[in-house]
């Protein structure tokens, strides 16, 4: 079923729901007339019932009373009441027709009220004729005949309140049924016009998208005419392509300007001969041209380069594209064919072919030559590396030929001074002044012997390692630069590989002495711990920070001292297989050295 089907089925049941909804809504109204109508059959027989109750009292009381009085004026009144008792009873028995049982009370009753008034006529009589009447008797007989009648009354009045109650329920009933099916019918309604007006929109959206499309496909369609107005046109006036039709046995069938231009053939020329014409007498001979019409037939296009020849015979390296041209049927027609002239691009490939060749020779040469750089450059780091241990070990043997050898012989000369001093004592003349000025001097000469030896290889970094060496270190550094440092290092933190200490070592002496020099900064904070399977020493100050000019690696060792500067402390970290970092701001320096202990470990067991 289509969209448009079921929205209108969906719109048809739903108009009949509501029609339903209408007649149920009628019927909840009757039934809840019928029932008003049934309570107030029911009050109209209890009052006609009432009313023929008080008539016959109160014909019976005017009976009595002319029986007894003789008043005319109430045997008057009491032939209306007895009148009237006879209407009320035929008004009773028409309300209670519809119910056979209140029908044979009704008639029960009326014939005991008969008999009463029957009673009371011959009580009357008598009493015209003069005759008497035993009004005790009367009494009994009235007594009993009210009896009656107020017991078959009763039994009406009964009937019709169970007749009412029945009439109640069943009325409420229907009346419920009826206002349950209005409600479901009608919210059944109200989802279906929902669904209709879903469906609606959607075939309204669909439809006016299918108005769209068509509008667009008629804006294309115009637009096509244009295009393909604008097409022949230029088709007409390219003078750079060969672009004509073929019929499906590849005869020519239009040229245009480029072709003529390229290929030399006039339009009257060319027309009704067959494009094999342009192809060298090899091609033709081994069939290329109809093989080309049957490839493009086959798969819609074809292309090709190769030498096609003009009308004076010369020959030019062409591209060309023919594609199949089919009708509506998809049964082809004939085909296009744009052909453009390559030779120069041929020339100019051949050329590029040739200088390519030579650029590969080059290549080679210049790889070979990046290759002996780079060995060049593999063998200036072993140098480097070797340099910087030959540093090391020279600055260990010059502290302990200064400790052992030139440190001996101060500390001697001062021990001989001082006992020279001490025989001098007794001699009062100004020989004492001058010994002690020596003695002094000495001394300062024994202190900064041994501070230069402890600097250029501190014996402490290779008995107790960092943790002992570094506080060493920065006392002495605080001492001779009013520079106040804190040494912060791993609980945890232990014994390093040799080179991994010196270098460290080093790293902190330089660092120290660039904060001391450049930074200005009154404190440094130097923390040494380890993290994520790295040892980092970290150097921080407070001073005013690098330029940025001066971070570059061509200005490296501009930042240095008279040691290794910072393109030697990157050296070292990149000898170990680590890095070292530098942040530098206007509010200070902070320089991180960091080496994997791992990769040292695998190196160290490697080369065990």
Excluded at 314 to 342: E, H, L, P
Excluded at 374 to 383: D, H, I, K
Excluded at 487 to 511: A, K, M, W
Aim: net charge neutral.
């Amino acid at each position: 079923m289509s969209r448009r089907a079921k929205a209108r089925a969906l719109f048809l049941l739903a108009i009949a729901l509501l029609g339903f909804c209408g007649f149920a809504t009628y019927l909840s109204f009757f039934y809840f007339r019928s029932g008003e109508r049934w309570v107030t059959h029911t009050q109209e027989v209890r009052a006609v019932l009432g009313d023929l109750e008080a008539t016959v009292s109160a014909a019976a009381r005017l009976r009595m009373s002319y029986l007894i009085a003789g008043d005319d004026s109430d045997l008057t009144e009491y032939r209306a009441a007895a009148s009237r008792v006879d209407e009320q009873m035929q008004e009773l028995r028409a309300l209670t027709s519809d119910n056979h049982d209140q029908i044979e009370r009704c008639d029960r009753f009326r014939s005991i009220t008969n008999l009463r008034m029957q009673a009371w006529e011959d009580s009357i009589a008598r009493r015209q004729q003069g005759r008497s009447v035993e009004l005790a008797s009367l009494l009994r007989q009235n007594v009993d005949s009210a009896s009656q009648g107020a017991a078959v009354a009763q039994d009406i009045r009964a009937e019709e309140t169970r007749l009412l109650g029945q009439r109640r329920q069943a009325a409420q009933q229907r009346f419920l049924l009826a206002s349950t099916l209005v409600l479901a019918s009608f919210f059944l309604a109200l989802i279906l016009l929902y669904l209709y007006h879903r469906l609606l929109s959607v075939e309204l959206n669909a439809r006016e998208q299918a108005e769209q499309t068509a509008r667009a496909a008629y804006l294309r369609e115009a637009e096509l005419r244009r295009s393909e107005e604008r097409f022949r046109l230029f088709v007409e006036a390219a003078e750079d392509y060969a672009i004509f039709l073929l019929d499906r046995q590849g005869v020519v069938s239009s040229w245009n300007r480029g072709a003529e231009r390229l290929k030399g053939y006039a339009a009257s020329e060319i027309l009704g001969k067959h494009f094999s014409c342009f192809y060298p007498e090899e091609d033709v001979c081994r069939g290329k041209p109809q093989q080309q019409l049957e490839v493009a037939a086959a798969e819609g296009r074809v292309e090709d380069e190769g030498w096609h020849v003009r009308k004076d015979g010369s020959r030019f390296w062409a591209n060309g594209v023919i594609t199949a041209i089919g009708d509506d049927q998809g049964k082809v027609i004939g085909f296009t064919k744009v052909t453009r002239d390559f030779t120069e691009r041929r020339r100019a490939e051949e050329a590029i072919q040739r200088t390519n060749t030579e650029l590969s020779a080059e290549v080679a040469e210049r790889k070979s030559a990046e290759k002996r750089l780079a060995l060049s450059e593999q063998s200036l780091r072993g140098l480097s590396l070797h340099l910087l241990r030959a540093q090391d070990e020279e600055r260990r043997r010059i502290g302990r030929d200064l400790h052992d050898s030139l440190g001996q012989y101060l500390t001697a000369l001062k021990m001989k001074l001082d006992l020279l001093q001490s025989a001098l004592a007794r001699s009062p003349n100004g020989v004492d002044q001058e010994l002690t000025q020596c003695v002094r001097l000495a001394e300062d000469a024994v202190k900064e012997v041994r501070t230069m030896s402890y600097l250029l290889y501190p014996p402490m970094l290779e008995e107790m390692g960092l943790r002992s060496a570094i506080p060493w270190y920065l006392e002495g550094f605080s001492q001779r630069s009013n520079i106040q440092t804190t040494f912060e290092i791993s609980p945890d933190f232990g014994r390093l590989p040799t080179d991994v200490e010196l270098s460290l070592f080093r790293i902190l002496q330089e660092g120290l002495t660039n904060v001391h020099r450049h930074s200005g900064s009154l404190t440094a904070t130097i923390r040494l711990f380890l993290g994520e399977g790295k040892v980092c020493l970290e150097i921080k100050d407070t001073g005013k920070g690098i330029p940025a000019a001066f971070l570059e690696p061509s200005n490296e060792d501009e930042m240095g001292s008279s040691g290794i500067g910072l393109r030697g402390m990157r050296e070292r970290m990149r000898q170990l297989g680590g890095k070292l970092e530098v942040f530098s701001t206007e509010h200070g320096t902070t320089l991180v050295a960091s080496i994997p202990v791992a990769e040292w470990f695998t190196t160290m067991s490697k080369s065990a």
